[in-house]
């Protein structure tokens, strides 16, 4: 299973502060994608990050990838309590495989 | 923004009726796919559809399941014969391109089988 899985399960932080979550898979990928889901609403894709890309910004949002240790890891920087949400990464073995999200990262940001 | 809509946003059935999920993805989108979420658990793949016809399933997408798009906005999710276990929030989502990229979810439909 190409699955991936996020670390930690929940975290909880200051407003203000960084959020990193990271996320581990078992086979090669395409690409690696980071969704966000609210309470109780769909998934909302943040980022993609392909397999010969290493590093990639949008925003207040930071992902990197490192295939040889089959990881990825997405920082939040200066984090708002709107950013309170499950936070999953999702990868695909190749462009025809299905989409396989992770269990998530629960991050709560006080205000 | 163009979004996914669902319908409905609850459905309460009884073991063993059948239910039919609705979803009308983006517009100029042409890929489809169903995943559902157990309360508290990974977001897991149901189906893909493409040109109307199924592009992958999930060993959870048994013969109790099946899609439809019955024209050209809709695109169902039938249940036959539903089970406990079948109680979860279903996702629906569209994406413009082939390749499982940048996919548009849905708010999804809490099905509760009692």
């Known amino acids: 299973s190409q699955q991936g899985e996020e670390d930690p399960q929940a975290l909880s932080i200051q407003e203000g502060e960084n959020a990193t979550m990271n996320c581990s898979y078992k086979t090669s990928i395409n690409n690696l994608q980071w969704y966000r889901q609210n309470s109780g609403r769909g998934l909302v894709h943040l980022i993609l990050?392909?397999?010969?890309?290493r590093e990639k910004h949008s925003g207040r949002l930071r992902v990197t990838l490192d295939t040889s240790k089959k990881s990825s890891s997405l920082l939040i920087t200066a984090s708002r309590a709107a950013d309170t949400a499950s936070y999953f990464c999702a990868t695909d073995a190749s462009g025809n495989t299905p989409l396989v999200f992770g269990k998530g990262t629960r991050l709560s940001v006080i205000a | 923004e163009p979004e996914v809509t669902q319908t409905p946003s609850h459905q309460v059935t009884q073991m063993g009726q059948e239910v039919i999920l609705r979803c009308v993805p983006i517009?100029?989108?042409?890929?489809f796919y169903w995943y559902r979420q157990i309360l508290g658990q990974k977001v897991e793949f149901l189906v893909s559809f493409y040109n109307n016809e199924i592009s992958e399933k999930s060993e959870i997408f048994d013969d109790q399941f099946s899609v439809e798009r019955p024209d050209g906005s809709n695109f169902t999710l039938k249940i036959r014969s539903t089970k406990l276990e079948d109680s979860a929030m279903y996702f629906c989502?569209?994406?413009?391109?082939?390749?499982?990229?940048?996919?548009?979810f849905g708010s999804g439909t809490q099905l509760s089988v009692l």
């Open positions: 989502a569209s994406s413009e391109t082939r390749g499982y990229e940048k996919l548009f």
């Open positions: 517009s100029n989108h042409l890929y």
């Open positions: 990050i392909r397999s010969n890309e």
